[in-house]
């Protein structure tokens, strides 16, 4: 069965500073796939060469569900079902909660009437524990708030393959066993996963396989529980740390 | 009583007001400066699509009501169309002018999109200027044919034909403004000022929205423009100019860009302001002007702005409200 999404040899520079340095991996359908690092490791940039959000790889080929996306805009991307949250949150702040999943879903002809719209987003307001912020403008909720929204309106789209930029970061340890439990429920609602996560613990916990970059490139990959406890992956992490 | 029946009645209060007035008062002057206040609310309401909800800094706006104004004129004075066609050529001709000034600035933001849209009116005025003989030059179009209905001309009754087309025009204006922003098209607008890139992010197609802002705000002035041209029976290269453009501009910065009635508000209390000050000569300029700061340093939503003030001053709670996001993003 070929992969969900398949990246072959993706690199991606700034000037003289190499981000992403030929990344190779697999994304099974229905995986969780966590990818850890160091900061500035490139893990962001991953993202944002996948989706061209903001500018597409130097080189290398992806493909979702075995189309290539080498010759797609950001937007068919989106649309062909590959969805992103990024790292910092991001909102439309003078639209309402409900108005920022409503705006999210995807409009072609035959998406939808408005009332079968209306009833679907009710329906992730729910799922992500928002009903109760539903007329509010979002940028008056709170941090926890904004990140599950960020998560919704990807969700809203119908990804195949949803890119989580560290959705704990800043977030309270209750908040953040929440965040876990709401990602397997996505899981198990049939989206495929895409983890980037500081914490370890929790990456360790959610994620059926695991990456670790350094520099750039794949350091290690493998299952979750021997990966942590892989020297190279050790050093990488307490090099880093000692060097500030 | 909540807040939404409350705004019900107060737009059933203005529109039965606007919509009796003649009937009470037949005073040319108020006359006059009533048509002018609507059509000025018209315009107003219309360039905050672009300016308010699109945060897109488009200063051609009032190009589109002069081209509306011209077109209608050119075409029902020199070529003998009916005057009843005035509106809708002047409605096509703005909206052929807003997709000529949006294509270059489909994806620029902030300070180029006012350069490129004002170089836009620029070059309209040149060409009105140049071409003479189809647009009257330096001293405008004149005789623009009227509208008129068998015997009954729109001028009769001190112009209460004119009057009653422009407030219709208002009632669709504001009834459009309703629509967009409830409607997915409207929120997309809202979601590119706010962001563009997470807009991006979620499938939100950047250029076709841009389209579609200018097309769609550019209906207005192009209807409104014609009805001008009609009722003064003149159109002129002032319509293009940097006053007139700032005028319109300081009523939608005094009523709240980005919402519903500010706009309409600032349009109206901005004429009769203007109107009341007229004994003072050039002063009245500076008058105008330190109001609006004042307004502005209190309520930086305008006037918009004041009845949620009020409501806060009402729950207790302090601080100034409104909306100036649209100057967030454009920084
Ligand atoms: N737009 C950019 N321009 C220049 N350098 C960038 C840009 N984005 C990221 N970088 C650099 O690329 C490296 C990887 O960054 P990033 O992907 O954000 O790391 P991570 O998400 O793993 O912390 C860093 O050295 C960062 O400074
Ligand atoms: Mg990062």
Redesign the interface.
Known sequence: MTPLLDVKDIRKSFGALQAIGGVSFTLNRGEILGIAGPNGSGKSTLFNILTKIPFPPDSGEVSLDGKPLKSLGPRQIVDAGLLRIFQTEMDFESLTVLENILVSMPDKPGSGTPSSKQKKADELLELFGLTAHSDRLAGEINVYDRKRLMVATAFAHNPLVLLLDEPAAGLSKPEIEEMVELIRQLNRLGVSIILIEHIIPLLVAVSDRLIVLNFGEVLAEGLPREIVRNPKVVEAYIGNQSDG | MNVTAFNRILTVAFFAVLFILPLVNSDSYIRHISIIAIMYAVLVSSWNVTLGYGGVFNFGHMAFFAIGAYATGVMTKTFDVSPWWGMPIGVVAAVIASVIVCLPVLRLKGIYVILVTFAFTQLCLQIVLNQRDLTGGNFGLVSIPPLEIGAFSFRDFQNAGYYYLALLLLVVTLLAMLWFRRS?FG??V??F???E?????????LAKVRLMTFMFSAVFPGAVGSVYAQYVRSASPDMFGFSFLTLALSMLLLGGV?TIWGPIAGAFVFTIISELLTPLGPGRYLVTATLIVLVLRFFPGGLAGIPEFAGQLLKGRSGAAG?P?MLKDEK
Do not use: E, M, Q, V
Request: proline share 5%.
């Open positions: 997915h929120r997309s809202i979601a000022r706010d962001n890139t997470y807009a991006i992010s979620r499938g939100l197609p980005g909306d996001a």
